[in-house]
């Protein structure tokens, strides 16, 4: 079974994320909405499959990256997170809430063994 199929996501913490926002934008040229920065691209194998990878600052109090203490977070797409998320059980991985579903996919937290909170991402075709 494939799992990681590619990098969803960069999310951190800020001290203030709408300056931080501007700053980047204007130093780096990262275009931003109200979500942070979407890099669209094709898949590499398959280019009419498109994707997005998305980049994100949070205020400090967030409490999304609960229970993790670190100042970051990383998004993975992954392929059938219900068969890996058995997996990752089957191997005492720490799962931190519920499997969600949205209109644009499945989500799943989990702690890697340094107690980095990581997000899984089954997205929508």
Avoid at 104 to 124: A, S, V
């Amino acid at each position: 079974m494939k799992k990681v199929t590619g990098l969803g996501g960069v999310f951190f913490k800020s001290d203030n994320p709408k300056a931080m926002n501007e700053w980047y934008a204007k130093n780096l040229g990262l275009p931003q909405s109200e979500y942070g920065t979407t890099f669209e691209w094709r898949d590499a194998e398959d280019t009419t499959k498109e994707g997005s990878t998305s980049w994100c600052l949070f205020p400090q109090d967030t409490k999304y990256f609960n229970p993790s203490e670190k100042q970051f977070m990383i998004n993975y797409r992954v392929e059938n997170l219900v068969e890996l998320v058995e997996e990752l059980k089957k191997e005492n991985v720490t799962i931190v809430d519920e499997l969600a579903e949205y209109d644009y996919g499945k989500f799943i937290h989990i702690l890697d063994p340094e107690g980095n909170i990581i997000e899984l991402w089954e997205p929508k075709d």
